[in-house]
């Protein structure tokens, strides 16, 4: 079967370093990707990672470790406008007729 | 840029009425397409996804089907629409290579 495992919520100060896990199990695998999505609105791409390692993009970096089928997007000095939901998603096909699949996503709450 | 044109915002239908929502991408060619469904603080459902016209993949048995009649164009649909259906659809697009997931603003409906 497919699954998308992530932590339901995580709260965390303004500037401060946060940490959010996944972990995944699906019948094909060609990437892992990560969304941010604010209360309302639609999911936006934040980060990909096709091979293991970290992926860095300003404040955001994303790891992938394909052994463990595990990846983890990592927010730093955190901003009262990082408060949102963070889906990864495992692409499981390559171009054509590859799909997203999607987790339940954490929802991050950054206090002052 | 890929651009999702995805409407109306939200819609309030009856159980047993039909159902058309309407996607156009702008920004490439010969787009993969996707519906996913959101339930209220859950994770993204992928409905059905489209590699060309005509060409519809179903990944959830159900209520609904989707249609390609054009390159840019996806529509999702139901005959008779169920409590069950209520939620947030979102259409999606990517191009045929490794770029990441375009999604429009989304449809909230709810089914009363």
């Known amino acids: 079967g497919q699954s998308l495992e992530q932590p339901s919520e995580v709260t965390a100060v303004e500037g401060a370093i946060v940490q959010m896990n996944c972990t995944y199990q699906?019948?094909?695998?060609?990437?892992l990707s990560w969304y941010q999505q604010h209360d309302g609105g639609a999911p936006t791409f934040l980060s990909y990672?096709?091979?293991?390692g970290l992926e860095e993009t300003g404040r955001f970096s994303s790891f992938l470790s394909r052994s463990d089928s595990y990846g983890y997007l990592l927010l730093q000095e955190l901003q009262m406008t990082d408060s949102a939901s963070y889906f990864c998603?495992?692409?499981?096909?390559?171009?054509?007729?590859?799909?997203?699949?999607f987790g339940h996503g954490t929802e991050l709450s950054v206090k002052p | 840029s890929q651009t999702i044109h995805q409407w109306p915002a939200t819609l309030v239908q009856p159980v047993g009425s039909p159902l058309s929502l309407e996607c156009t991408v702008e920004?490439?060619?010969?787009?993969?397409l996707y519906w996913y469904r959101q339930a209220a603080g859950r994770g993204l459902q992928l409905l059905f996804y489209?590699?060309?016209?005509?060409?519809i993949s179903s990944e959830v048995p159900q209520n609904l089907s989707a249609s390609r009649p054009q390159d840019r164009q996806f529509i999702l649909s139901s005959k008779k629409l169920l409590l069950s259906d209520s939620g947030f659809y979102l259409c999606?697009?990517?191009?045929?290579?490794?770029?990441?997931?375009?999604f429009g603003n989304g449809t909230r409906l709810t089914v009363t």
């Open positions: 489209s590699i060309g016209i005509d060409q």
């Open positions: 998603a495992v692409r499981e096909g390559y171009n054509q007729g590859g799909k997203l699949i």
């Open positions: 920004g490439t060619s010969n787009p993969n």
């Open positions: 999606a697009g990517k191009g045929q290579d490794n770029s990441p997931l375009h």
């Open positions: 990672n096709a091979l293991d």
């Open positions: 699906t019948s094909g695998f060609y990437g």
